[in-house]
């Protein structure tokens, strides 16, 4: 479910938006692109260091929208591109997933794994 395109994205540093909705409205917050994973069976793992907000909205509703690009990336029409994703998101302070994610950053408190139902390129 992950286009090769957006995984040569990941591949470069950018910005990664995760917009959540809550009781609240909506709400983002960010992450660079190096800091997501993708695992053998296509989600996307992110450590959370804090993103309490954004916890707290995926327990109210768990749909997530997120947005990463790159410049060094070729895109539809010329140099960078970028992708939305859409999918459902779940936290997780223990498991294989936060495991997965605590190894390469010490720092998390959490994994945001999230379960990618599109991927769309957006430029």
Same mark, same amino acid.
């Not at 793992?45 to 327990?59: C, D, K, S, W, Y």
């Given at each position: 479910?992950?286009?090769?395109?957006?995984?040569?994205?990941?591949?470069?540093? $950018?910005? &990664?938006?995760?917009? =959540?909705?809550?009781?609240?409205?909506?709400?983002?917050? #960010? =992450?660079? #692109?190096?800091?997501?994973?993708?695992?053998?069976? *296509?989600?996307?793992?992110?450590?959370? *260091?804090?993103?309490?907000?954004?916890?707290? #909205? &995926?327990? +109210?509703?768990?749909? &997530?929208?997120?947005?990463? !690009?790159?410049?060094?990336?070729?895109?539809?029409?010329?140099? $960078? =591109?970028?992708?939305? &994703?859409? !999918?459902?998101?779940? +936290?997780? !302070?223990?498991?294989?997933? +936060?495991?997965a994610v605590k190894?390469? +950053?010490?720092?998390?408190?959490?994994?945001?794994?999230?379960?990618?139902?599109?991927?769309?390129?957006?430029?």
């Amino acid at each position: 479910m992950i286009p090769e395109k957006l995984r040569e994205v990941l591949a470069h540093e $950018g910005v &990664v938006a995760i917009c =959540t909705q809550g009781k609240e409205g909506p709400h983002l917050s #960010n =992450t660079w #692109n190096s800091y997501v994973q993708i695992t053998a069976d *296509g989600r996307l793992l992110i450590p959370a *260091g804090f993103m309490h907000r954004t916890e707290a #909205n &995926v327990a +109210f509703r768990p749909e &997530v929208l997120l947005t990463a !690009g790159s410049r060094e990336v070729q895109g539809q029409r010329g140099p $960078g =591109t970028g992708f939305l &994703v859409q !999918g459902t998101a779940s +936290f997780a !302070g223990s498991g294989p997933d +936060f495991d997965a994610v605590k190894a390469r +950053f010490p720092w998390a408190r959490a994994a945001l794994a999230v379960v990618v139902t599109s991927a769309t390129q957006t430029l």
